[in-house]
């Protein structure tokens, strides 16, 4: 592959490539991501050599190393997910009513595309793969800000997508990525007549920066503080697999388990609940009872009592906290108050306890007896994701191709003018 250059972004240009994407074909869309796909695979070794500047540049102890690093069988993985999108059906061109009007005008509502789709994410340069594919799955250009911590992984990848939109005679600006700047930043949340919608992945600061600087429309992608609830009624062999999953299968996923909450009438069974974490060095921030009761068998190095700023908190890593409570209120109550709405859990088999806290959590994903690890586009059936929505309108949840589409009314006459 030849040496990167980041190019200037020519707004101008990119909304008239959002014009050009309404003529393509489903058959060439799929085509383009099938030979993407291909093309991450056999180019491996580029991407990981570029990568390889990136991690070179970052603390291993750092939260997000683990989010930056790729691998061939991650790389092998992506190129799996964007074949998926590629075998999905098209989200657009769906009619989703018509009826027609006392006065004869028939009246067509269909799926359309949000047209440009601005995303501002962080050392996560898997966002450049799948933002890409979804986008233009669903008929849309993609405009990318990376962070400057992937800025060789994030140029790599948008060179090998130009590469195939190239040989495909397709235009360069279905996907631009922005130089890795605060002046790139700037332009794209004030590109009021370029963009039609920006959407942050990252930190609770980026979002929030996003949502108090952006004149362009914003959909949310929350972080994810991430709550299991132990009930008295669980049972423990579920509960044990269940946590240890949501807590290590990746930990720096904003689906990972931040707090335990568990009845204090289980305080027996924590031990072994927790036995298994220790095995991956995960320290545990316990309460007062909690801590009492594992202060002999947990590993000293890796228990610690218990601060108010230890819950609300999204670890990122192999930390978590745990809160004893008497009952479902109780539970319910300190979520409520922690939650960022992302994903929560119930361990218990008494179905009363399972449906009262289904119906009054307020969370994206709220799942009963099993991991929240499963908050994944991937994982629903979507293929990949543009990221997991904690707000309430347009989106919510795993946001796939269903999420970046719109609509519009068609209106079909017979030469009737209104009275």
Request: proline content about 4%; overall charge negative; some cysteine.
């Amino acid at each position: 592959m030849p040496t990167l250059v980041e190019t200037t972004i020519d707004f101008a240009a990119i909304k008239q490539a959002s014009r050009a994407a309404l003529q393509l074909t489903n058959q060439a869309i799929d085509d383009v991501l099938r030979a993407v796909a291909d093309a991450a695979v056999t180019h491996t070794d580029f991407i990981l050599t570029e990568n390889q500047k990136d991690l070179n540049r970052m603390d291993p102890a750092n939260p997000k190393y683990d989010r930056l690093q790729l691998t061939a069988e991650r790389i092998e993985a992506i190129a799996q997910d964007m074949r998926k999108v590629a075998d999905l059906p098209s989200p657009l061109g769906k009619v989703l009513e018509e009826r027609t009007l006392e006065n004869g005008l028939r009246l067509v509502r269909k799926s359309v595309p949000l047209g440009v789709v601005g995303v501002i994410y962080e050392a996560r340069p898997n966002v450049t793969f799948d933002v890409f594919a979804l986008c233009l799955k669903a008929g849309n250009v993609a405009v990318l800000k990376g962070g400057s911590d992937a800025e060789y992984s994030n140029l790599a990848i948008a060179e090998v997508i130009h590469r195939v939109l190239e040989k495909h005679n397709l235009d360069q600006n279905l996907m631009s990525l922005l130089p890795a700047s605060r002046e790139a930043t700037h332009a794209l949340l004030n590109a009021v007549d370029s963009v039609d919608v920006i959407i942050p992945r990252g930190s609770q600061n980026l979002i929030n920066y996003v949502r108090e600087h952006a004149k362009v429309p914003v959909i949310e992608t929350g972080a994810g503080i991430v709550h299991t609830y132990f009930d008295k009624s669980g049972d423990l062999e579920k509960g044990k697999a269940i946590v240890f999953n949501a807590k290590t299968r990746r930990v720096s996923v904003c689906n990972a388990l931040d707090c335990l909450i568990i009845h204090q009438e289980r305080l027996q069974d924590l031990p072994e609940i927790t036995q298994k974490l220790a095995t991956e060095d995960v320290k545990i921030y316990a309460d007062k009872l909690s801590y009492t009761v594992l202060s002999d068998v947990y590993p000293d190095e890796l228990l610690y009592p218990a601060f108010p700023e230890h819950f609300g908190t999204e670890f990122l890593s192999h930390k978590m906290s745990i809160k004893t409570v008497a009952n479902l209120d109780e539970a319910l109550n300190h979520i409520a108050r922690y939650s960022s709405k992302h994903s929560e859990a119930i361990i218990a088999e008494d179905e009363s306890i399972v449906q009262s806290y289904m119906q009054a959590v307020d969370a994206a994903a709220v799942y009963a007896n099993t991991s929240t690890a499963y908050t994944d586009g991937a994982e629903f059936g979507m293929g990949a994701e543009i990221g997991i929505s904690t707000q309430k309108l347009h989106a919510r949840g795993p946001m796939a191709l269903p999420e970046l589409t719109s609509y519009k009314y068609l209106v079909y006459g017979q030469g009737q003018v209104r009275k």
